[in-house]
């Protein structure tokens, strides 16, 4: 890939990053918020009904889910960011071959080329 390319994926990551720590940012302001309120609410002289506190704990996990979630594809844009500098970007981790355009502006994080990605999900090894 030439600089130009390099740059113009380089771009899209830090973006993607941007976003993917801002959403991140969220989830942990919404799960504090929450945390604060439940622990306001177990003070109080009404308690909730069970079914509430269930459904509360659901979204408790569903957010702890979706920030692990964003955690990790953090890690992954940090990684192709790391590609990009050690010249690794877009090369097939595989088969060495390139990765493809195409497929690098679908997913920029992208380490396999779309032979490779599709022999791994066909064989069970």
Do not use: W
Request: aromatic share 6%; net charge negative; with cysteine.
């Amino acid at each position: 890939m030439n600089k130009e390319e390099l740059d113009h994926f380089k771009t899209i990551l830090l973006q993607k990053r941007n976003e993917t720590t801002t959403t991140l940012e969220d989830i942990e302001r919404t799960s504090r918020s929450a945390t604060a309120q439940e622990s306001s609410e177990e003070r109080s002289t009404y308690s909730l009904h069970m079914a509430d506190h269930g459904t509360d704990a659901m979204e408790r996990e569903k957010s702890l889910f979706f920030g692990q979630r964003e955690g990790d594809y953090l890690e992954y844009i940090d990684e192709a960011l790391q590609r990009i500098n050690d010249g690794s970007f877009g090369l097939c981790r595989i088969c060495g071959n390139t990765v493809g355009q195409a497929r690098l502006e679908a997913v920029p994080t992208a380490t396999q080329c779309i032979e490779c990605k599709s022999k791994g999900e066909t064989d069970p090894a």
